[in-house]
């Protein structure tokens, strides 16, 4: 062990042991207890200063002489690691302290130890042995994965295919440290990843073993409640191809005095209550057993019962094992009968007769039950129990022995007999699973005891303890071996390490003279004893060695020191036990024994070694020395070697096979002897870890160079070390420089070509400094945030007062300004009240005044108005008599004057006509009067216009001036008259006043009446109102009531029909999921069957190559060529398959018989469970219907009136379908009548013959179907004879007929000839399955039809019944009979569409009747000349030439029979995707056989359909199955087969998939053939084409996914690299080999590409996304969950990077909606859970409301694996986990921790339609199809 001084060694103890360092302290109860120094330590100080974690200060002093110092903890961040050799500080408490935390807060047994797995028994069962994780585990390497048993038998299994060298795991721990169930474990996990060469079910043999042996080898002591009694070695054997051909047992020093005796709290080995709990069952009536209780051998520990155990049960499990292992039912019942016999002999009574003598009472009734069940006789049995025979030279004497010593040979003898059952079952099972071919390698499992130490130690003690001193000696070894081959493979100067050699102790025991040697000895003397052999062992090596001890107050005992402690042996049974003698005479009682069993037990009495010496079958190249030592003692006496002797020659063999292989260990611990799980004893585990050498490897560790990193590992993790200037591009010389730096001296460390080796300690050190590098760090990050926050904060502050200080000052200020206002609006209410007063006074002085001023000027203006027109009225005649003598003397002035001028301008015109008289007479005056003349003619023109305007314009305005003095004399006479009536109304008004008074007088007297009246009334009206107001609220209160009773009921109805809705829409919503459900369940199932059915084909097709190697002998010298390397080759052979192929089908009857009839067996097999199956899936459908038709039946009752006219309508629906069918017929027959009428009528007519010739055909075909028919039905009825015959064969022929048969079959013709036999029948049933899945498909369809329509009915009818609800009764009657109308117009209008679909398909008939007289038409001559020759004479009809006009190509490719090979070898098997396949239209090959097959179909003939189509399938299986692992040729058959299917639907003829089709394509349809079976075979083979994409995909992925999605940092220096142990993983840096994020993206882009060029539906790309994201989320997170060091917060951002990234190659794929993301989910969850916080309850509940796509188990696994990167982190605390786990109880889910990584989600195959012409194709010549003819 290593020292405190040698664990400080790296550097100084002053800068090691500093204050707040941690170190470990011895501790009486928990063994080692943590502290931290509160004052630096200092050379020389004798004491340390430390507290511990509870608090208290104590004072821890060194030792005076050695000054050790305790040892240092290692820090937090490496507590927990997987690797025990990672720990920086390697000693016991470090060691001690990582397994607690492991096992008591991570729940983690397993934990690495360098070479050694430690294995810590929870006593529970976890969840991490089942197939997902050994799935998970296969194929990894032992580091990248955390420790598991199924790590290590991983690594044995791949370094024994990888280095050619057998393996060996050799489990060792004491009595319930769980080696038996680990040792299980790792043997299923070999016969899981392995598998079996044969047939022979062998790892299922070998897992069969197991019941067995732990029934008759284990029992219940008081540390384990199924302890291993005995040690095994089993070999399990492997062929060269590494699968389990066989297995071998060797058992070593079972503990045969269990069979008679047990301590308390012990049972006896299970069998035994096996037996006594199955007593009353018919096999086990004639053992005459009873309860455990009664028996000596049973019910010495007084507790027969283990909790959890049914006995019952378990005899079941261990007679089922028998069975599998071929042990019959006849030596099942004799071992039962054996074992029984010694339960019975336990119970023999011996007496005392004498003190020298013994008897058995007579009749004993045990002894009786004894002798019938071993077939002896009772008197012999009873005589040789209680004497013995001595042999002397001269005679032989009988003498009586004493009771005890009777009882003692009684209880030999049942031991005895034990050993022979227990070496006879061993040699059976050994028997069982010896291998049947030649083994090539093997992996041997050793569970075998560990080191024993008890308060009274015997001789199995002495010689486990022996055993595990060797196997201690060959680990030691071993770890040394691995130590100094790392250091020359580094090339590290290497110093030899001394480490601890029990070569001593075990010198001591088998040498010359030692403890066996000297015993051994002891028995061969005539009074050899145990006293004396004690004082022999005294003498000898008490002063000679060291390790051989005395003790002081004993002489019967001796002391060995043992590697692992000492160990006091108490010497009384020594010898008897070494010896392990039996009574002769009582031997050969039991071989003369009736049962022969018993004495195939006892035959080989002299031959046999030991009961447990090596079983026959052995290999005999392991054991060369064992048979050297037979060999020289082989003689009759050879039985009586010693036991000792016997278990060394074992343990030879067994160390001579392990040193002959690699070994690896698993070291089982148990924690506690109370079995309480996932409790841990420091004490015993510090005792066991001391015993099975896990410390020893540390201190081995420890004294080299324990810590190991890779440069690059070193670089990325002490970067932050670093400088700039200190990196440079050589990482090798930047370490180097910087360790120069870092550690002084040079001893530390050393480089190795890969690696840095550091010494125990340094890699703390250089944590220390990374971690004080990154605290500074912090504090400086800190100092600045927290600065920043500060200033934050004070701004904050500044910027909250500055704020209030506004707002303060606002509010004074409004408060201010309110004030003013107050005031302000108090002075103007006072002004405006005060000016309201004066106004008021104002205002009535003014009207006072107004009054007065009023009257007064009403009184003046009256007085003036009379002046006024008094005035007016008088110059008004004034006006008018001035006027008219004024116009009488203007007038006769006027008279006067134009008299005068008359008279004047009379007398001057004479004047002037005598002067112009004279004038005239004058042409000079003439001309001079003239010359002026004009000028004064225009002069008086323009005078006389102006006049004649003016006098207008003066007329005008006399007009104007008169008509308005017309206009004012008519108002002024309005006036006057106004005038004059205001004046008369004035005179009586004057009278009224007085009236006006009297009567204003009276009215106010009856005014006075009126009010009094009035307030009167006033006071009734108020308390009337009074009444009825309150009257009105009590109605308004019933109202009230009345309408909430109104609601109330209205609610409820309408809650009620809301609830009746919800239910019944709840109700069809979970019908409707469960039917889809039903319906991906059986998808699934039937894809799988297709799956299944594809394995037994290849399964066939494997046996036949084998079958035909086996038959064929070759030449010597020569190798058969594969087919890949000559295409010649490949084309002559599916020319002879195809041949052959034409040859079984003309040849059916030597097909069945030369019928391969195991496959056959198998295949009826397979048959039976698909006709269980479906008879299972019709049961469920009828189950579907009952639950269909209750659902019915209650809908009916609830809607019985309703229901009643649509059921009656429904009835004369039928009724009128059924005339309408009948109708149809006879229109049929009428049409047919009418041809042929029309074709007897017109006989001379041209067209006439075809029509006949048309009717023949359809007639034949008529015939043709009804001939199909039958014959259908006679293969049926063959096929179940030959079903009959194969089941009678079956029970009539061995399968040593099948051999001789096989041999005789020399001819490839008849194994060709059975195995297309043999294919036939497939696809006959193959057809039926297919038949009935339709069958299926379309009842289900029918039920989603009525189940539609009943939901619609039910919609319509709580409709009707919501709205008759709310209308009165007579508007009920009206609304339901409108309803009914309605409903019966709908169905009318669907009987009108069901009309129109029978129109469309009479118009479909007789458009086939076109096209077959179009075709007789164009062939004219040829079509007559078929007509029978009595047609021809009776109707002597000339035919007619129709001239063929010439056509535009029709979209059909016409070859020769002889070319159908030559087009699929073409087409299928030579064309190349990469090749000539790229520069293709997508889906070519499908088009061009498409276009083929509808000129097979245009020409009516089936035979070349057939033949075409078969030929296709098997062409493009076969191109798979040779190239399956490529995936752009699996992609482009997935791509042409759905293109091949979806032509055939789209052509077809069926209208629902000739919706998108053009008039065109629809002319293109088949015309002849319904194609709809192999439109179903070819969906099948799709669907296998699909898996077998998946598979391939699956394959490329598989390796990228964990590297890139988990490993690699794509955010480079998020994650640090930790310190790791001796399993290195593998590196996150990514090399030039790594795979990254960007290599699944860029594959992932590649697969997308491949396929959009290949023209892979869109749909169907979004189902292989989908698959490939579901591969990828689940292999992820199954490794996240197995992955302790993949779980940090670090890696939880990269993986939700990487997952972000992933998204966007959909978005940008345009994918997000094909369902990839939701499968990446639980993933996404997982890496949140990394993130989130995980302290209180509120993170609790967040947690189990986020990760609701993660199970209970995933969400406590990731949280217990959950692992802090830096110092800076936490872990998760239990309680946080035990708070999960109880939130998280109730939640319904299964119990399983990984994803199921080989689920494939069923595929579909959506109908897509092409738009693509067929017309338009062009074949390219580098198809070499130059033989097809286009059409």
Request: aromatic share 6%; proline share 3%.
């Given at each position: ?12 103890a ?41 608090g ?12 050790n ?43 690495y130890?360098?070479i ?6 929870p ?41 050619e ?14 080696k ?31 019941p067995?042996m732990?029934?008759i080898?284990?029992?219940k ?9 005995f040690?095994?070695?089993?070999e399990i ?20 005095s ?25 096999e086990?009536?004639?053992l ?18 283990i ?13 089922h ?29 011996i ?41 002397t ?17 009684r ?43 008890f ?13 595990n ?5 060959q ?6 071996k691995?130590e100094?081959?790392?250091?020359l ?7 030899l390490i ?10 001591l ?13 002891e028995?061969?003397?005539?009074k ?7 004082q ?6 008490l002063?000679t ?29 020594f010898?008897e ?56 003692g ?30 690896h260990y ?34 081995i560790?420890a ?22 200037k200190d ?25 190795g ?22 605290r ?8 600045t ?7 934050k ?5 500044k ?13 004074q ?8 206002r107050?005031?302000?609006a ?17 205002l ?7 009054v ?10 009256r ?5 006024l ?6 110059v008004?005649?004034q006006?008018?008599?001035r ?13 006067a ?12 015109a ?30 008086l ?16 305005r ?14 002024l ?17 004057a ?13 106010r ?24 107001e ?29 609830q009746m ?20 369940e ?9 799956t299944?059915?594809?394995r037994?084909?290849?399964?066939y ?8 190697l ?5 030449k010597p ?8 390397h ?31 009839t195991?496959?056959t067996?198998?295949l ?12 299972s ?8 219907e ?8 209650r ?16 009835s ?41 010739v ?41 399968p ?9 079959m ?6 060709t000839?059975?195995?297309l ?5 497939n ?5 039926q ?18 189940l ?7 919609n ?11 209308l ?16 019966l ?24 009747l ?10 004219g ?22 001239p ?13 029979k ?12 030579e ?20 276009m ?12 070349k ?49 000739m ?40 394959n490329?992925?598989q ?15 998020v994650s ?13 840096i ?11 993206l ?27 994201f ?16 993949m779980?940090?917060w ?26 990839a ?14 993130q989130?916080?995980?302290?209180t ?14 199970s ?18 936490e ?26 990584t080989k ?13 693509l012409a ?11 199809l130059?033989?097809?003819?286009r059409?």
């Amino acid at each position: 062990m290593e020292k405190g001084h040698d664990s400080s060694t790296s550097m100084a103890a002053s800068e090691l042991y500093t204050k707040f360092a941690r170190v470990w302290i011895p501790d009486a109860d928990e063994v080692w207890k943590s502290a931290e120094l509160t004052k630096n330590y200092k050379h020389g100080d004798s004491t340390l200063h430390l507290t511990l974690e509870d608090g208290m200060d104590i004072e821890h002093k060194l030792d005076d002489k050695t000054k050790n110092l305790p040892h240092l903890r290692n820090p937090d961040i490496l507590v927990g690691e997987n690797d025990l050799t990672a720990l920086s500080y390697l000693h016991e408490p470090a060691v001690l302290h990582n397994l607690k935390v492991r096992f008591t807060d991570s729940k983690l047994i397993y934990t690495y130890c360098g070479i050694v797995l430690v294995a810590i028994n929870p006593y529970e069962n976890l969840p991490i042995y089942g197939s997902d994780i050994i799935n998970a585990y296969s194929g990894q390497n032992m580091g990248d994965m955390d420790p598991h048993i199924f790590a290590v038998a991983e690594e044995a299994y791949k370094q024994m295919a990888r280095d050619e060298r057998n393996q060996s795991i050799i489990v060792s721990g004491e009595s319930g440290a769980g080696k038996t169930v680990s040792a299980k474990y790792a043997m299923r996990y070999f016969a899981t990843v392995s598998g079996a060469a044969t047939e022979a079910n062998v790892e299922e043999k070998v897992l069969a073993s197991n019941p067995i042996m732990e029934a008759i080898g284990n029992a219940k002591t008081t540390r384990n409640d199924n302890s291993s009694r005995f040690g095994k070695y089993i070999e399990i054997g492997f062929d060269k191809r590494y699968r389990i051909i066989g297995a071998n047992m060797r058992t070593y020093l079972l503990e045969k005095s269990r069979v008679v005796f047990q301590a308390d709290e012990e049972r006896n080995y299970h069998i035994f209550y096996q037996l006594c709990a199955s007593s009353h069952l018919p096999e086990f009536k004639n053992l005459k057993l009873g309860s455990a209780d009664v028996f000596h051998c049973t019910n010495q520990g007084r507790n027969p019962v283990i909790d959890g155990v049914d006995d019952a049960k378990e005899m079941c499990t261990t007679q089922h094992a028998f069975s599998l292992l071929g042990i019959n039912e006849l030596n099942q019942k004799g071992l039962f009968q054996v074992l029984a016999a010694i339960l019975h002999l336990g119970n023999v009574e011996i007496k005392d007769r004498d003190s020298d003598s013994s008897i058995i009472p007579p009749n004993n009734r045990h002894l009786t039950v004894f002798c019938e069940l071993m077939g002896v006789t009772y008197q012999d049995m009873s005589h040789w129990l209680c004497h013995k025979k001595l042999k002397t030279a001269q005679e032989t004497y009988i003498k009586p022995i004493p009771r005890l010593q009777a009882s003692n040979a009684r209880d030999a003898l049942a031991k005895h007999i034990y050993a022979k059952v227990f070496n006879w079952i061993v040699d059976h099972v050994n028997k069982s699973l010896r291998a049947t071919v030649k083994q090539h390698s093997f992996i041997g499992v050793l569970d075998i005891y560990g080191f024993e130490t008890f308060e009274i130690n015997s001789f199995e003690q002495f010689c486990i303890n022996y055993a595990n001193e060797k196997l201690q000696q060959q680990f030691n070894m071993h770890v040394f071996k691995l130590e100094q081959e790392e250091y020359l493979k580094e090339q590290i100067p290497w110093t030899l390490i001394d480490f601890y050699d029990n070569q001593p102790c075990i010198n001591l025991i088998e040498a010359k003279m030692g403890v066996l040697d000297l015993l051994d000895e002891e028995c061969k003397m005539p009074k050899g004893s145990d006293d004396s052999w004690a004082q022999k062992l005294y003498n000898t090596h008490l002063k000679t060695c060291s390790l051989f001890e005395k003790p002081r107050m004993s002489n019967k005992a001796f002391i060995i020191q043992h590697f692992a402690d000492k160990v006091q042996y108490q010497c009384d049974g020594f010898l008897e036990k070494n010896k392990d003698t039996v009574n002769e005479e009582q031997i050969n009682v039991l071989k003369a024994s009736k049962l022969d069993l018993l004495v195939e037990l006892f035959q080989d009495e002299e031959k046999v070694t030991s009961p447990t010496g090596t079983a026959p079958g052995g290999r005999t190249r392991l054991s060369v020395k064992p048979k050297q030592i037979r060999s020289a003692g082989a003689s009759s006496k050879e039985h009586k070697k010693t036991v000792g002797c016997q278990f060394r020659n074992s343990l030879a063999m067994l160390m001579e096979t392990l040193n002959a292989t690699t070994p690896h260990y698993v070291r089982c611990i148990k924690p506690n002897d109370l079995k309480f799980p996932f409790t841990f004893d420091p004490k015993r585990a510090v005792q066991q870890l001391r015993a099975c050498g896990v410390l020893e490897t540390i201190r081995i560790s420890a004294a080299g160079f324990p810590s190991r990193w890779t440069y690059q590992e070193f670089f990325s993790r002490y970067r932050v070390l670093m400088k700039q200037k200190d990196v440079l591009s050589d990482r090798r010389l930047t370490c180097r420089n910087v360790l120069e730096k870092l550690v002084q001296d040079q001893d530390k460390y050393q480089f190795g070509k890969t690696k840095i080796f550091f010494r125990a300690g340094q890699v703390a050190y250089l944590e220390k400094l990374r971690a004080d590098k990154l605290r500074k760090a912090c504090v400086r990050i800190q100092k600045t945030i927290r600065c920043w926050l500060v200033r934050k904060k004070y701004l904050r502050k500044k910027h909250a007062a500055i704020t209030i200080q506004r707002y303060t000052r606002g509010h004074q200020a409004r408060c201010l300004v309110k004030y003013m206002r107050q005031t302000l609006a108090a002075i103007t209410i006072q002004k405006f009240q005060r000016m309201c007063v004066q106004r008021k006074l104002y205002l009535q002085k003014q009207a006072a005044a107004l009054v007065m001023q009023t009257i007064l000027r009403a009184y003046m203006a009256r007085q003036k108005y009379q002046g006024l027109l008094r005035n007016h009225k008088a110059v008004f005649i004034q006006k008018h008599v001035r006027g008219w003598l004024a116009r009488q003397r203007y007038k006769r002035s006027l008279r006067a004057i134009v008299y005068l001028q008359c008279c004047i301008r009379r007398m001057k015109a004479k004047k002037e006509l005598k002067k112009l008289k004279i004038e005239a007479r004058s042409v000079e005056h003439f001309k001079k009067l003239n010359v002026g003349m004009e000028n004064k003619i225009m002069q008086l023109q323009r005078k006389l216009d102006e006049q004649a305007k003016d006098n207008r314009v003066t007329s005008e305005r006399l007009s104007c001036l008169e008509t308005s003095h017309a206009v004012e004399s008519d108002k002024l006479k309005v006036e006057v008259s106004k005038l004059k009536g205001i004046e008369e109304e004035a005179k009586n008004n004057a009278n009224r006043v007085t009236s006006l008074l009297e009567e204003l007088e009276r009215l106010r007297k009856e005014l006075t009446t009126t009010q009094k009246e009035k307030k009167t009334i006033e006071d009734w009206a108020t308390k009337y109102r009074d009444e009825m107001e309150k009257m009105v609220a009590e109605l308004k209160q019933q109202n009230g009531l009345l309408k909430t009773e109104k609601d109330d009921l209205n609610r409820m109805i309408k809650e009620q029909s809301q609830q009746m809705t919800e239910k019944m829409t709840r109700a069809l919503a979970e019908e409707t999921q469960q039917l889809e459900s039903d319906l991906n369940e059986e998808r699934s199932r039937y894809q799988n069957l297709l799956t299944e059915h594809l394995r037994l084909e290849e399964r066939y097709d494997d046996l036949k190559e084998e079958i035909t190697l086996s038959v064929s002998v070759p030449k010597p010298g020569h190798r058969r060529t594969d087919s890949t390397h000559s295409s010649n080759g490949s084309e002559c052979t599916y020319n002879s398959e195809f041949a052959e192929s034409e040859e079984s089908s003309r040849h059916g009857e030597d097909v069945t018989r030369g019928m391969d009839t195991s496959l056959t067996l198998k295949l009826q097999k397979r048959v039976t469970e698909l006709e269980q199956e479906k008879s299972s899936l019709r049961n469920e459908l009828e189950n579907k219907e009952e639950q269909f038709q209750r659902a019915r039946v209650r809908d009916d009752e609830e809607h019985k009136k309703s229901r009643g006219a649509e059921l009656e309508y429904e009835s004369l629906k039928r009724q009128e379908l059924d005339s309408e069918n009948k109708k149809l017929k006879h229109d049929l027959t009428a049409m047919r009548q009418s041809l042929l009428g029309n074709a007897g009528a017109g006989a001379g007519a041209p067209g006439s013959p075809p029509y006949k010739v048309l009717m023949d055909q359809l007639n034949s075909s008529c015939e043709e179907l009804e001939v199909r028919k039958e014959e259908v039905l006679i293969l049926r009825s063959q096929l179940v004879s030959q079903k009959e015959a194969m089941q009678h064969k079956e029970t009539m022929t061995e399968p040593v007929h099948y051999a001789e048969d096989v041999h005789k079959m020399k001819d490839s013709g008849a194994i060709t000839q059975a195995y297309l036999g043999l294919k036939e029948t497939n696809r006959l049933l193959e057809g039926q399955m297919q038949q009935q899945r339709r069958s299926y498909d379309n009842e289900v369809e029918v039920l989603r039809g009525e189940l539609q329509s009943v939901k619609e009915e039910n919609n319509r009818q709580q409709q009707l019944l919501a709205q008759n609800l709310q209308l009165p009764p007579e508007a009920r009657i009206e609304a339901s009979l409108q309803h009914e109308i309605t409903r019966l117009t709908n169905e009318n209008l669907d009987l009108m569409e069901q009309l129109e679909k029978q129109d469309k398909t009479i118009r479909k008939l007789k458009k086939q009747l076109k096209v077959f007289s179009k075709k007789i038409g164009e062939m004219g001559a040829g079509h007559v000349e078929t007509i029978s020759p009595g047609q021809m004479v009776e109707e002597t009809v000339r035919p007619v030439n129709i001239p063929r006009r010439e056509k535009d190509f029709q979209g059909m490719l016409e070859y020769k029979k002889e070319d159908e090979l030559k087009l699929v070898k073409n087409l299928i098997l030579e064309l190349k995707p990469r090749g000539v396949a790229v520069n293709l239209i997508p889906g070519l090959p499908a088009y061009i056989l498409f276009m083929c097959l509808r000129h097979a179909d245009y020409v009516n003939d089936d035979q070349k359909v057939r033949t075409l189509l078969t030929s296709t399938i098997n062409s493009i299986k076969k191109i798979l199955k040779k190239r399956g692992d490529d995936f752009e040729t699996v992609s482009f058959w997935l791509s042409n087969t759905c293109r091949f299917l979806h032509c055939l639907k789209q052509y077809s003829g069926d209208e629902s998939f000739m919706k998108h089709n053009t008039p065109k394509q629809n002319d293109h349809c088949l015309s002849n053939f319904d194609l709809a079976e192999y439109r179903q075979v070819l969906s099948d083979l799709a669907i296998q084409i699909y898996q077998q994409l998946i598979k391939c995909m699956e394959n490329i992925l598989q390796p990228m996914i964990v590297s890139g999605m988990l490993e690699h940092e794509t955010i480079q220096g998020v994650s640090g690299v930790k310190p790791t142990g001796l399993r290195k993983r593998t590196s996150s840096i990514a090399d030039e080999g790594t795979y990254t994020l960007e290599s699944i993206l860029r594959q992932l882009s590649a697969f997308h590409s491949t396929m959009c060029q290949h023209g892979t539906d869109p749909e169907l790309i979004k189902q292989v996304v989908k698959q490939q994201f579901y591969i990828i989320g689940a292999v992820t997170l199954n490794n996240l969950l197995l992955r302790k060091d993949m779980c940090s917060w670090s890696k939880g951002m990269q993986i939700r990077y990487n997952v972000s990234q992933l998204e966007e190659w959909l978005r940008d794929k345009s994918l997000m909606l094909c369902g990839a993301k939701e499968t990446l989910e639980p993933l996404i969850q997982a890496a949140q859970l990394l993130q989130v916080k995980k302290k209180t309850d509120e993170d609790a509940e967040a947690i189990c409301s986020m990760c609701n796509s993660l199970s209970t188990s995933q969400i406590v696994k990731v949280l217990n694996l959950y692992t802090p990167v830096n110092e800076f982190e936490e872990r998760v605390s239990v309680t946080f986990i035990r708070t999960i786990q109880t939130r998280l109880r109730d939640r319904c889910e299964t119990p399983q921790l990984l994803m199921d990584t080989k689920i494939i989600y069923p595929v579909t195959f959506p109908f897509n339609p092409s738009s693509l012409a067929l017309e338009t194709i062009q074949i390219p010549g580098s198809l070499n199809l130059a033989f097809l003819t286009r059409v």
